[in-house]
């Protein structure tokens, strides 16, 4: 990996100011006009299944040796995003207790553009994602490794808390976001669900200790590089949900859940909903935890607690990122829907 005075001289690569997008421009043809008058150069625009979505315009920036990750917000919630991941990635690398991992995370070069645009390291490594789906016969391989840092992270940056005590952070905040964000559930039948969910998750977690420290908040296989004989993880980027004093555990069950679904091809809502109508997490889930030591009916009184608080966590970083999400009838059938009718249930609301 490029250390930060090599990476810091390839900021002659960013153009000395960003001229507000015209809609309507391919995504290369922005990314150049970006970068225009920065000499020769190669870009590729990141593609990522849920574009339409997107709030960002992601593209590599190549010269010479030196490669770069360009994020450029296309709207205000991508403004939000690039402006949280700057923060989120300064902070980690002020953090003396990840001295180990150092190369493991991207690095911001210079500082935040004019329109909110982050220049930050390119990680070596493949997509724990792309490894899944190439190897059909295999796909538990990438768990071993991606769940053995989250136990590493967790030891070096974590301590128990009563999770009562960091509700406002970990649920109220998530719960004023997701409810800001999905209009459809601010009156009637639907408000009702909602506050059955915030019910929910005030009974999971009461009495329950959960580890506080460095949390991803998006850990998924599409964010984790691996390479190497035997597999190990070379980098995790996308930090624009991370923090110092998260949840840790959502980031394993997170990362579990995803696989089911990219697996399986059942929607996460369901899933969710599955184990939550269950009242345990799935044998199958809990041999995929263990390597990072992480017992989902440690310390908590109800299973359900980390499954309930991952989703909650996923929904919300997805409306924050882009509005278009908490008006999608699509998403919303499929990953919030099931969740909020199980707890209407749960609270008698439903038959």
């Given at each position: 990996m490029k250390t930060p005075a090599t990476m810091s001289s390839l900021s002659g690569l960013l153009p000395l100011y960003f001229p507000r997008a015209l809609a309507g421009l391919d995504d290369r043809l922005r990314a150049h006009w970006l970068v225009?008058?920065?000499?020769?150069?190669?870009?590729?625009?990141?593609?990522?299944?849920?574009?339409?979505?997107?709030?960002?315009?992601?593209?590599?920036?190549?010269?010479?040796?030196?490669?770069?990750?360009?994020k450029h917000p296309r709207n205000e919630a991508g403004v939000a995003v690039t402006a949280r991941e700057w923060?989120?990635?300064?902070?980690?690398?002020?953090?003396?207790?990840?001295?180990?991992?150092?190369?493991?995370?991207?690095?911001?070069?210079g500082s935040r553009g004019p329109e909110g645009t982050v220049a930050q390291t390119r990680l070596p490594g493949v997509p724990a994602e792309r490894l899944i789906l190439d190897s059909p016969d295999d796909p538990?391989?990438?768990?071993?490794?991606?769940?053995?840092?989250?136990?590493?992270?967790?030891?070096?940056?974590?301590?128990?808390?009563?999770?009562?005590?960091?509700?406002?952070?970990?649920?109220?905040?998530?719960?004023?976001?997701?409810?800001?964000g999905i209009p459809r559930y601010r009156s009637g039948r639907r408000a009702a669900e909602?506050?059955?969910?915030?019910?929910?998750?005030?009974?999971?977690?009461?009495?329950?200790?959960?580890?506080?420290?460095?949390?991803?908040?998006?850990?998924?296989?599409g964010n984790v590089l691996l390479g190497g004989v035997p597999l190990r993880v070379?980098?995790?980027?996308?930090?624009?949900s991370g923090r110092a004093d998260g949840p840790c555990e959502i980031d394993a069950y997170t990362f579990?859940?995803?696989l089911r679904s990219t697996l399986t091809g059942r929607p996460l809502g369901g899933l969710v909903a599955e184990t939550l109508s269950a009242g345990r997490v799935a044998d199958a889930d809990r041999a995929l935890l263990a390597p990072t030591g992480l017992?989902?009916?440690?310390?908590?009184?109800?299973?359900?607690?980390?499954?309930?608080?991952?989703?909650?966590?996923?929904?919300?970083?997805?409306?924050?990122?882009?509005?278009?999400?908490?008006?999608?009838?699509?998403?919303?059938?499929?990953?919030?829907?099931?969740?909020?009718?199980?707890?209407?249930?749960?609270?008698?609301?439903?038959?």
């Amino acid at each position: 990996m490029k250390t930060p005075a090599t990476m810091s001289s390839l900021s002659g690569l960013l153009p000395l100011y960003f001229p507000r997008a015209l809609a309507g421009l391919d995504d290369r043809l922005r990314a150049h006009w970006l970068v225009r008058g920065a000499g020769p150069r190669d870009i590729t625009v990141v593609r990522r299944p849920s574009l339409p979505k997107a709030g960002l315009l992601v593209f590599e920036l190549r010269r010479g040796a030196g490669s770069l990750v360009v994020k450029h917000p296309r709207n205000e919630a991508g403004v939000a995003v690039t402006a949280r991941e700057w923060e989120v990635l300064k902070e980690l690398d002020a953090d003396s207790r990840l001295a180990p991992w150092r190369d493991l995370l991207p690095r911001v070069v210079g500082s935040r553009g004019p329109e909110g645009t982050v220049a930050q390291t390119r990680l070596p490594g493949v997509p724990a994602e792309r490894l899944i789906l190439d190897s059909p016969d295999d796909p538990y391989a990438v768990v071993a490794p991606a769940m053995k840092l989250l136990a590493d992270l967790r030891a070096a940056t974590g301590r128990r808390r009563k999770a009562a005590d960091r509700a406002p952070a970990w649920c109220e905040a998530q719960l004023r976001a997701l409810s800001a964000g999905i209009p459809r559930y601010r009156s009637g039948r639907r408000a009702a669900e909602f506050e059955a969910l915030r019910r929910r998750l005030d009974a999971a977690l009461a009495g329950a200790e959960l580890t506080e420290g460095w949390t991803h908040g998006d850990y998924h296989a599409g964010n984790v590089l691996l390479g190497g004989v035997p597999l190990r993880v070379t980098g995790v980027f996308d930090w624009s949900s991370g923090r110092a004093d998260g949840p840790c555990e959502i980031d394993a069950y997170t990362f579990v859940l995803a696989l089911r679904s990219t697996l399986t091809g059942r929607p996460l809502g369901g899933l969710v909903a599955e184990t939550l109508s269950a009242g345990r997490v799935a044998d199958a889930d809990r041999a995929l935890l263990a390597p990072t030591g992480l017992d989902p009916d440690h310390g908590v009184a109800d299973p359900v607690a980390i499954p309930l608080l991952s989703w909650l966590w996923h929904v919300t970083n997805n409306v924050c990122k882009s509005p278009r999400f908490g008006h999608s009838y699509g998403w919303l059938a499929h990953t919030v829907a099931p969740v909020l009718d199980e707890c209407a249930r749960w609270a008698g609301a439903r038959p």
